[in-house]
């Protein structure tokens, strides 16, 4: 129930965007003349909830102007411990002039021990791109930075459509650094899919390419969960996300992934700790 919710309001906010994005893929700067788009996107999300002014809970990094828009990196950094008493629960990505504005929202847990993460998206238009944190006392939280790029929507796939069907549901999972039991330590899962948003056409044929992207990824470890996602369009193909956990010795890291065309994909993995930790 939680998750059509989640989905509903995402098709607000997507139907109201749809106009102005796509004209402001062809003129960027139409869409800081049209009327400010994030009045309704706050409304249609998160309804006549505060929020506040994340600084000091969380920073937010992008590039001024995107080397490429169908690949625009950003990464959140958590200003606050994971506690059980107090922690970032939740943290949604919101593309202003986005045709789905709501990149998705990220779940985290006491267990991550720190709730940073980075991840690539598509930017549609010249654009404000926001991160909004929810703590665990259900408070809200933003930050936000303007970002130039265009088309990343509509941006062709950059693999032909056999070869990303011929690899859909490939996973890997990357340990970064030293990993010490009990201690915070970087991760990287990435999921080959080639998310497309509905907006690209094949190159070969000029047609069309139907909307196919991941629609939600569960990372546990030994049952656990330490990360989730429920999103949209606006997460870049193969998806990739760095984020943050605390392991301990024999534990396995699980992935479970799922798309709107309701095909299913999951792995796991050993972690790996450094000798004595």
Not at 96 to 117: H, K, M, R, W, Y
Not at 168 to 181: E, N, T, V, Y
């Amino acid at each position: 129930m939680m998750r059509r919710a989640s989905t509903a309001r995402l098709g607000l906010a997507m139907t109201f965007m749809l106009a102005v994005a796509l004209l402001g893929a062809v003129f960027p700067h139409a869409a800081h003349a049209a009327e400010d788009a994030w009045t309704d996107i706050r409304a249609a999300v998160f309804g006549d909830r505060e929020i506040a002014d994340g600084a000091g809970v969380i920073a937010l990094e992008t590039p001024y102007r995107a080397h490429d828009a169908a690949v625009v990196p950003i990464s959140v950094t958590a200003l606050i411990p994971q506690t059980t008493e107090r922690y970032i629960a939740k943290l949604t990505l919101i593309i202003d002039e986005n045709p789905a504005p709501v990149v998705g929202t990220f779940g985290f847990f006491p267990e991550n021990g720190i709730a940073s993460l980075s991840t690539r998206v598509r930017v549609n238009a010249y654009t404000n791109i926001r991160a909004v944190a929810e703590t665990s006392d259900g408070r809200l939280f933003m930050v936000a930075n303007y970002v130039k790029a265009a088309g990343g929507c509509s941006a062709p796939a950059g693999k032909d459509h056999a070869t990303a069907m011929a690899r859909l549901g490939q996973m890997r999972m990357r340990q970064i650094g030293d990993w010490h039991a009990g201690e915070p330590a970087q991760a990287q899962f990435m999921v080959s899919h080639p998310n497309y948003s509905g907006m690209q056409t094949d190159q070969v044929t000029q047609l069309w390419i139907p909307a196919d992207y991941v629609r939600t990824i569960e990372l546990s470890m030994n049952g656990k969960p330490i990360l989730t996602f429920d999103g949209d369009i606006s997460m870049s193909e193969n998806p990739s996300v760095r984020f943050f956990v605390k392991p301990k010795e024999g534990e396995k890291l699980t992935a479970h992934v799922t798309d709107t065309e309701e095909r299913s994909f999951s792995q796991s993995w050993n972690v790996k700790l450094e000798p004595g930790s």
